[in-house]
């Protein structure tokens, strides 16, 4: 079945960087965007990119430019967001998410809680 | 950017009634480019609606979504219990992609 798994959860000191996978199953890894979704704890949903695996293009909300990096690895169908420079409110529950070419999100996986805290 | 506000905050039903969730956004959705996702607590967002109207897979047909342009409304016919979840509206006409704060619906 389709599906994500994202690595495990992480706990971090500020000013350092965190790296999250996610690995897809169950699809055609390069015929679907991979987006990264954080949720910080009790509030909404925050977008912050997608990247596109079969070409390695990336978007990033312009509020994580210069801090997120998205990558893939084709070879072993997963994609990694890497947010470095960590401050205390990049505490929250990061989600990876797949889409189409319209970027609603259809398959979700249970997320990563990353902590950041001296 | 494009902003979202969803209304009520909370709303506060029976199982059996009639649920009418709302998304305003600060300007126009390009091609009614908007989803609806529920979250229940502790669990990761699902894909309710998308294209404003249509169905996601496996989604029971109590669960509709109708709007264009700037509103948007997600109704749910006849709550059942496992419907009692937060619900958010999200933009993907526009990057960066948006969602509104959600709307949570509790058993009155």
């Known amino acids: ?46 977008w912050m990119g997608w990247i596109n695996p079969n070409s390695g293009d990336t978007s990033y909300a312009q509020k994580f430019q210069g801090r997120v990096t998205m990558t893939r690895d084709m070879s072993i169908t997963t994609a990694y967001m890497e947010l470095s420079s960590l401050r205390s409110d990049d505490t929250a529950m990061y989600y990876c998410a797949r889409s189409g070419y319209f970027y609603y999100m259809d398959v979700w996986d249970k997320g990563t809680t990353v902590t950041v805290s001296s | 950017e494009i902003v979202l506000t969803q209304s009520p905050g909370t709303l506060s039903l029976s199982p059996g009634e009639r649920a009418t969730l709302s998304c305003r956004a600060s300007q ?48 749910i016919s006849r709550l059942e219990p496992e419907d009692f979840a937060v619900y958010y509206c999200q933009q993907y006409g526009s990057s960066p992609y948006t969602f509104g704060q959600g709307t949570k619906l509790e058993i009155k």
């Open chain 1, 1 to 46: 079945q389709v599906q994500l798994v994202q690595s495990g959860a992480e706990v971090k000191k500020p000013g350092a960087s965190v790296k999250v996978s996610c690995k897809a199953s169950g699809y055609i890894f390069t015929g679907y965007y991979i987006h990264w979704v954080r949720q910080a704890p009790g509030q909404g949903l925050e």
């Open chain 2, 28 to 75: 126009s959705v390009s091609s009614s480019n908007l989803a609806w996702y529920q979250q229940i607590p502790g669990q990761a967002p699902r894909l309710l609606i998308y294209g404003a109207s249509s169905r996601a897979t496996g989604i029971p047909d109590r669960f509709s979504g109708s709007g264009s342009g700037t509103d948007f409304t997600l109704t």
